[in-house]
Each structure stands twice: as C-alpha cells, then as structure tokens.
C-alpha cells in the first residue's frame, strides 16, 4: 500500500496561473480531504468529499475547486493563483470520515505563488 | 475566531521527563478529539484520540486527558525521547466530517 500520495512535492506558480494538485489513495477510503497548513494557523480545511460524487466545503474553500470522480482521487484545483494561496498543502482520507476514523496525511505539496 | 487553540507554541523538555502539551477548545459541540504529530517535510501521523464521553485514554507513553467542563485537554508524554521532537497539533470534532485543527506546539526533547 503506497497510502496517500500527493503530487507535485513542490511547485512555484506566477499570480493568475492555474493548476492542479493531484491527491490519490488505495487504501479504498471514502472519505478524503484538502488542507492547507499557513505559519501560525495550524490546518484549515479546503474541502472535503464523503465518497465519490459528493464534495462539500470546509472553512477556507474561496479560490479553490475539487471533484471526487473516483474513490481514489481527489484533484483540488486552483483557477487563477493568488500569492494568498501560497502555503502547504495536505490531502487526507479515512474509512468513513467519522471522527474515530485516523485520518491518513499525504506528504504535502509546498506551493509558492509569485 | 480560533475554536481550537495551542497557546504554547514551542516545548523543549529533558529526555526522560514528562512533556505536557495543552489544547482549548471554545466550541462545547466538539465531542471527539485527536492529537497528530508531524516531523518536517512530512504530513501529520495520528497518535491518539479521545472521545467525549472519557475523560482519558492512555496508550503506551502517550495519555490524554479531557476536562469538559474546562474544554481543555492535554497530551501527556511519558518518559520523552528525543524522537518524540515534532509539531504536536490538537484537533477536534463534531461529527460533520469537519475537524478543526490548533496552531501547534513544537516539542524539543533534549538529550
């Protein structure tokens, strides 16, 4: 089991380019998450998905989409970058997204936005 | 408004001894509560949870404690090992899938 991977580790975007953050697991979960984790902020959930098909808001969705086509993957997208939006980006998945679920931490992705 | 705070931002404890790290929490819906620990370049690792209805759950070097009345809980390591220096971040929920995560507490165990 690979558990959660996230791709690119690194990324440096210009202000208004788009990109896409990949997230995938197999560890069949149907939960999964996006976080961004700022200096003095902790995580701050992006958004969330409770299985395929379903997406929904967290507490600091504005500039960012999400689709959940399949279990295992959960791109975050963002349309036109801002340098608000440089951070460090975390996805994660559990069973069920119960809170006695562990939730799974990929490795991040460190973006910078110029 | 942070529902969840870590007021102690860094630690630096001896090998051996206790380490205590402290979260708070305002919101009186949260009923389940996590503690994750993340070492640099890496996303965080779960370490142990409480739910509302205990008031501490121990498992091996590792206890927390809730104090409802409080809406404080804290992370007991017992002894610490240098390999326990990490960001220790509390989190909690409500079960709306919905966790909220604290700043963080950086924890340097000296050898």
Redo the contacts between chains.
Sequence with gaps: NAG?TQTPKFQVLKTGQSMTLQCAQDMNHE?M?W?RQDP??????IH?S?GAGIT?Q??VPNGYNVSRSTTEDFPLRLLSAAPSQTSVY?C?SSYS????D???????TRLTVL | DQQ?K?NSPSLSVQEGRISILNCDYTNSMF??F?W?KKYP??????LI?I?SIKDKNEDGRFTVFLNKSAKHLSLHIVPSQPGDSAVY?C?A???T????????TRLKVLA
């Design positions: 959660v939960y998450s976080y003095g902020m902790g995580l701050r959930l969330y409770v929904d967290g507490e975390f994660a997204g119960a809170d006695s562990t939730q799974y931490f990929g490795p991040g | 969840v870590q009923d389940y996590l994750y370049a890496e996303g965080p690792t779960f949870s739910s971040f989190a929920g409500s079960g899938y919905k966790y909220i995560f604290g700043t963080g």
